[in-house]
């Protein structure tokens, strides 16, 4: 085998061995740093999705409530200017006065 042929082997063996320690040693470093990392990530995300799905919730809580609160004052409003069936008298159906109270 001629000397160049040699080296040459033996530079590409170097290369193949050091990029796999390299690639080995990297992948350790990552599987101890990157959990804590991701599990911060993560934990983050959680938490804001939290806070915006109670932000969300109380929201429509109160516009429900304030809806409540229209549709009883609505109510209110219209039994006031209408009569109910059962309030509904036989003078009130002779003189036309059925849906006035």
């Known amino acids: 085998m001629p000397k160049r042929a040699f080296w040459t082997v033996v530079g590409y063996g170097a290369g193949v ?4 320690m390299v690639k080995r040693r990297v ?4 599987n101890r740093y990157a959990p804590s990392e991701v599990r911060n990530a993560v934990t983050a995300r959680g938490t804001d999705v939290v806070d915006r799905a109670k932000r969300v919730t109380t929201e429509i809580r109160a516009a429900a409530d304030e809806g409540l609160r229209a549709m009883r004052i609505r109510r209110q ?8 069936p059962s309030e ?3 003078t009130d159906l002779r003189d036309g006065r059925i849906g006035k109270r």
Do not use: G, K, P, Q
């Open 88 to 90: 509904i008298e036989a």
């Open 27 to 30: 992948r350790r470093t990552v």
């Open 77 to 84: 409003e219209l039994d006031d200017e209408f009569a109910l």
């Open 17 to 20: 061995a050091s990029t796999v």
